[in-house]
């Protein structure tokens, strides 16, 4: 299964998807092409050193959304992508990209989901108290971290947690769940049962 990752920042996920594809844990899935929508990120780096295929898509200057997805599609397309993953990737696809991947594009988000959706999940824990919070794995639709759920690792919040300590005990906990996610999907059915969905073996 060719897998398309896009990022946008320092490709922690990523580099965890590369080295459980280094190590013989990524199921059928192979990293094919790694797309960017913010040039000279960190990600780009850990895609080049481990040999992978590279874009840059900005998404400043587009004249659309439409137009921004359409070259997405056209960095994926040469490289045959049956599935897309968001790995850090901080932009809203909408039903013009997803369209073309019907239930083949998922996101890590760190929160457990439907809780604290958008940006910084970890601080809006935080703001509300929570003593569990966590992160989830997640088919993308068209809202924000709304699709249905695949996925999820639990994290406690403990009374001496920074920004900085939760947001390195969830990302431990990302840099598991997603590239085991992706070894499922590589090798089971997905189901869907309405907002309910889960891989067979
Ligand atoms: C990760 O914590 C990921 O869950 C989060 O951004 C970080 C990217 O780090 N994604 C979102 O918040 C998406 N809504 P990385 O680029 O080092 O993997």
Redesign the pocket.
């Known amino acids: 299964m060719r897998v398309g990752v896009l990022?946008?920042?320092?490709?922690?996920?990523?580099?965890?998807l590369l080295d459980a594809e280094a190590a013989g844990r990524l199921g059928r899935a192979r990293i094919a092409v790694v797309v960017s929508n913010q040039p000279g990120v960190?990600?780009l780096e850990r895609a080049a050193r481990a040999e992978k295929p590279t874009a840059v898509v900005p998404h400043r200057g587009q004249p659309s959304r439409q137009a921004f997805e359409d070259a997405l599609l056209a960095a994926l397309a040469p490289h045959g992508v049956e599935l897309v993953v968001?790995?850090?990737?901080?932009r809203i696809l909408t039903g013009h990209f997803l369209g073309r991947f019907p239930d083949r594009v998922v996101?890590?988000?760190?929160a457990l989901l439907p809780s604290f959706?958008?940006?910084?999940?970890?601080g809006q824990a935080l703001a509300h108290g929570v003593k569990i919070t966590g992160?989830t794995v997640h088919l993308v639709d068209e809202g924000?971290?709304t699709g249905p759920i695949l996925a999820q690792a639990a994290v406690p919040v403990l009374p001496e947690d920074d920004h900085g300590a939760l947001?390195r005990r969830?990302?431990a906990e990302?840099l598991r769940l997603l590239p085991a996610v992706v070894a499922e999907l590589s090798q089971g059915r997905l189901v869907r049962e309405g907002r309910r969905a889960w891989i067979r073996p």
């Not at 990022?7 to 965890?16: D, H, I, M, P, Y």
């Not at 996101?107 to 760190?110: D, G, K, Q």
């Not at 959706?117 to 970890?122: K, L, R």
């Open positions: 990022v946008s920042g320092s490709g922690r996920n990523l580099q965890a960190l990600a968001l790995a850090g990737f901080m996101n890590i988000h760190p959706p958008g940006v910084d999940a970890q992160c924000t971290d947001a969830i990302l990302e």
